[in-house]
């Protein structure tokens, strides 16, 4: 079957796609990048000796 997208259902995944790309992303991003950090700091600390030390 073919579906027919309507005028409300078009605005509504706009709505969805900016949301995502302006709100999920940045967190999802922030997260990661955060993340890493973390892991990193850690291996330094417990691992691998801190830079410069």
């Known amino acids: 079957m ?3 997208t309507t ?3 078009c ?3 706009w709505k969805k ?3 995502l790309a302006f709100v999920g992303l940045p967190i999802a ?3 990661a990048i955060a993340s ?3 892991i990193v700091r ?3 600390i417990f ?3 801190l830079p410069g030390a």
Do not use: P, R
Request: charge should be negative; proline fraction near 0%; aromatic fraction near 8%.
């Open 17 to 19: 796609l900016l949301l």
């Open 47 to 49: 691992l691998i000796g």
């Open 7 to 9: 005028e409300k259902s």
């Open 2 to 4: 073919i579906e027919v």
């Open 42 to 44: 850690l291996l330094q």
């Open 11 to 13: 605005k509504s995944e």
């Open 29 to 31: 991003m922030f997260g």
């Open 36 to 38: 890493y950090g973390l």
